[in-house]
Every structure is written in C-alpha cells, then in structure tokens.
C-alpha cells in the first residue's frame, strides 16, 4: 500500500496544527528538509524524507482510485489541498479507500435503504452503488472491572496507528451477531459468548448500516492473538481513557463514543 502524509509547513506556527492533524486522521508522514531541525511537536510521528513523495490532489474519485492502485507498496504520497476544507475530504477519501483494499475481493450482502436485504452482493474495494448499504459491527467487550477490549489498527490501513474497538463489515451470509463473533474471532482470537451481547445502537451512514454491540464478557489480554495486517497491539481501557485517546487524537475519529457516558 502506499503511505500518506502532508508537506512539513513552512511557518513554525503552524506546526501544532499539521501535527495534530496527521495524528488525528491516522497519517504516517510528514516531508521534512533534512537540514531542518525537527520541531518537538512532531513526536510521535513518522516522518518522510524530502523529495521522494508523489502529489495527490481532489479530482474525480475514479482517477484518484486508478492512480493509487498504480502505485508500489510503500510509496510517499503527499496530500496537496487548496485549504484545510479540501484536505480533510482529502484525508477522508485516502482512509476510505485504505479500508475499501483490506480483504479485497470479500463479498458484502446489499441492503436497500429500509435494511432490507435485496438478494445482491457486492466486492470489497469496489464503490457501492447509490442507494446500496452493506452492515458493519462495532463490538465493545467490557470485563467485570469495567475495562474495555481496544486493538491497534496496522499501519498499512486507513486510521493507521489508532486505537479503537474492534470490528469491521459483515460478510455475505452474515448476520449481525454472527459478524461479531467472527470478527473477533479473527482479529482478536477471542471466542464471544453470544448470550453476554446486545446491540446498544444502530444507525444508518453513507452506504452502511452499523450495529454497536457491548459484549459484558472477561477477556486476558494474553490471550489476544493480533491478526496481521490488521492489528498490531492491544490494551485495556476504562471509559475515561478511551475519551482522553479521543481528546489526543489516538482514537478513531469514526466510533461514536456517546454510549461510554452511561460506562464510565
């Protein structure tokens, strides 16, 4: 996969800013001049030589998708916006499009915009058509301490580097529960207790459904077998980290945490 990232800014002020925002939407890469000293506020992130990163700009999303696919494992590229509105959708697009390569060729059930399931399936790493859904879990497992189950995503992914719970898209043949107890069977080599689960929330996004589930269940994190090239590290949180990962910018900007108000 390629990997992303912004051009160093000019002006020292703006630094906390670039920063922030590379940590914040899981970006690997900084363009610094060798022989600038390197500000304290990039700490934390991994930084890219000068010079070697290939420029991507908003166009159409079909060109923007042939021109990455083109592209060698590994390679720089810069994102280039016209201002910090164009760069976030920018930024947006490259997670999205990170997330749509994972496990392409998998196939997704469709559902029609009720959540009614019409028959048809879909390719992962494809675009879905208007008015098509396919389901997504989140799952949150909660021990008796009240400590959360949060995983690491790998950095080749969209949001590298960023904690979260963990989850993913259901396949074709897939139900909700049984999404859940895959995918985190697979990330996680945990086996979930379907009697310990309940959907806490569902709500309908741009081309998915998503069910959060809370699974009140013990888990060792000994026990976690990481899946590589999706996980790469795994920790315990209470409700009160995951909010202060959130505030720093070390959380998946994606999960909707309103439900942690009644866990803390």
């Known amino acids: 996969m390629p990997v992303f990232?912004?051009?160093?800014?000019?002006?020292?002020e703006l630094f906390s800013r670039a920063a922030e925002f590379c940590?914040?939407?899981?970006?690997?890469?900084?363009?610094?001049?060798?022989?600038?000293?390197?500000?304290?506020?990039?700490?934390?992130l991994e930084l890219l030589p000068a010079g070697r990163g290939l420029s991507l700009r908003m166009g159409r999303r079909e060109d923007m998708d042939k021109f990455l696919?083109?592209?060698?494992?590994?390679?720089?590229?810069?994102?280039?916006?016209?201002?910090?509105?164009?760069?976030?959708?920018?930024a947006l697009y490259v997670n999205h499009?990170?997330?749509?390569?994972?496990?392409a060729g998998e196939l997704w059930d469709v559902y029609d915009g009720e959540r009614r399931l019409t028959g048809r399936v879909h390719p992962r790493g494809e675009e879905l058509a208007?008015?098509?859904?396919?389901?997504?879990?989140?799952?949150?497992i909660r021990d008796g301490r009240g400590r959360f189950l949060?995983?690491?995503?790998s950095p080749n992914k969209g949001y590298g580097g960023m904690w979260e719970s963990p989850g993913g898209a259901a396949r074709a043949g897939d139900d909700s529960l049984s999404a859940c107890l895959r995918e985190i069977k697979e990330e996680t080599g945990l086996e979930l207790e379907p009697g310990r689960g309940k959907i806490v929330k569902s709500y309908r996004g741009e081309g998915y459904f998503c069910d959060v589930w809370l699974f009140h269940q013990d888990f060792d994190l000994e026990d976690v077998v990481l899946q590589e090239g999706e996980t790469c590290d795994c920790m315990s949180a209470t409700a009160e980290d995951i909010l202060r990962l959130r505030r720093e910018g070390l959380?998946?900007?994606?999960?909707?945490?309103?439900?942690?108000?009644?866990?803390?």
């Open 5 to 12: 990232g912004i051009k160093m800014p000019e002006k020292p």
């Open 130 to 140: 208007a008015g098509d859904y396919h389901l997504v879990v989140h799952v949150w």
């Open 23 to 44: 940590r914040s939407h899981g970006l690997r890469f900084m363009e610094i001049d060798a022989s600038s000293p390197l500000p304290q506020l990039t700490e934390g």
């Open 150 to 153: 949060l995983t690491k995503r």
């Open 251 to 264: 959380f998946v900007p994606f999960l909707d945490l309103s439900h942690l108000a009644d866990e803390k």
């Open 69 to 90: 696919s083109s592209l060698s494992a590994g390679q720089p590229v810069l994102l280039e916006a016209e201002g910090p509105e164009e760069l976030e959708k920018l």
């Open 97 to 103: 499009w990170l997330n749509r390569q994972s496990a």
